[in-house]
């Protein structure tokens, strides 16, 4: 087969790696394409990761300047607000404002006036929306590429960021009769995303949860769903670590005795201030009664998205703590990875607010704990995924810092008692096939598999089609020479 693998951003490779290179070990011809890379993947990485493996080459599409992007812009992001007025997010205020700020405040008030949280009208809504989409032409740029390209298959991730900036090549790929699929890149994809607004062929996902999140949610017919496990996470689970105890604990600046707790930060949007939190727990935990709790190792390990807050923080007032690596650092090859592993694996228990290395904590057999803390109540209780963690068993939840501290102290004095737990988790969240078994080889099978499926025709286009396009074009036709008006002042600056 040839794969056309679509990602938005080419950190996205860190999540897929294992994939590309079983489908190139068993013969198939994989061209990646990243719409924009970024700091966590660069060129010299993506270069080290494709250079020996036979047919796997890569390409970054060129800028569009396409005539309807900011119609269908507006229409897909108005779509991607209009999810978070469901009455499952009555909770989710930060995810619904995150929504709200992509769009002009008196569409967001006229549509909450509307809809309200009715998840009918809401649908209904949807559903115009999506007509009109269906009204637009195709990129011809896009068209073009897959013509010439002539891929059998097309898998796209992650497809539902915010701003749905892939949806045109799905759309393409659709009209075109090519196999189309999507892979769900993590594990709050489906929960505080946009929509999945063109349906692929097959979706894939980790876990039941995934699987229930895709039928309810974006209403995605539970036959084309395949359940995969999360094959990002396989490279852990056979992985040992780079350094000793000791020789870790001397590395990231701890007393080389003794055990320690590792603190995993999260993202900015999740936590934009973690830093007086967790001085705050820090301070608390070294005042304890508990003699395990003021004397225990603490490693900070800082969010690599979310690490300026830490470069002049000193906790030198406090022995035994060390942040490390101060300025972040993305686990992708070579001593990050290393690091960001043996950090977990030489801990004795983690604590976080809401964030993935968590679930690799819960991989290595480490208690997991966190606290409900009321600056972070929008970003833990008001997310669905976060619930997966807590309902699944992985996480031991605290209200405040006086029970945290004494749960701390019950899981330290006993850390074995968790560890059924933990596994039960992993097994259903992580490799539900098996904790045995690999993600990945199942993941390539589903993608080997779309031969044999039937492609699903595009959606028809409605036959009001050029009153849409005519009501819309001056809006296409201004905005589009502004864009190439800026672009060539860009191109001509002195």
Known sequence: MKIFFLMKKSGYL?????????????????QLGFLKIDEIYPRTAIDQEV??????????????????KKPAEFIRVLQTYLRFLDPYYNDAYKLRARAAAMLPRPVSWLVRLIVGHNRNRLWAVVNVLRIIERSLPLDRAILKFFRSNRPDAFLVTPLIDMSVSQLDWL??????????????ASWDNLSNKSLIQIEPDVVLVWNKNQEQEAVEFHRIPAEKIIITGAQCYDRLFERRPSTSGE??????????????????CSSGFIAPREVDFVADWIDRLRRSPDPQL??????????????????RVNFSDHENVAIYPRQGANPIHGDSLNDFFDSMYHSVATIGINTSPMIESGIL??????VLAPQFKDTQNGTIHFHHLVDGGLLNISQ??????????????NRKSYQARIKDFIRSFVRPHGLDKECTPIFVEAIENLNQSTVLSPADVPQWWPL?????????????TVRRFNSYLQNNSW
């Open 14 to 30: 860190r999540n897929y790696a294992s994939v590309v290179r079983l489908l190139a070990a068993r013969g198939h011809r994989v």
């Open 51 to 68: 250079k020996d493996i036979p047919g796997v080459s890569y390409i970054i599409p060129p800028k569009r300047i396409w005539l309807w």
């Open 171 to 184: 759309k393409c790929a659709r009209a075109l009769g090519i196999n189309t699929a999507l892979g769900v």
């Open 247 to 264: 020789e870790f604990r001397k590395k990231v600046g701890l007393s080389d005795k003794g055990p320690y707790i590792l603190y995993l």
């Open 294 to 311: 003021n004397r225990i190792g603490v490693l900070v390990r800082p969010h690599p998205q979310n690490a300026n807050q830490w470069g």
């Open 365 to 370: 057999n480490k208690p997991v704990l966190t």
């Open 400 to 413: 405040d810092l006086d029970e945290h501290l004494q749960q701390l102290s019950r899981v330290l004095a």
């Open 468 to 480: 849409v396009r005519l009501l819309l074009f001056p809006w296409a036709a201004i905005s589009f």
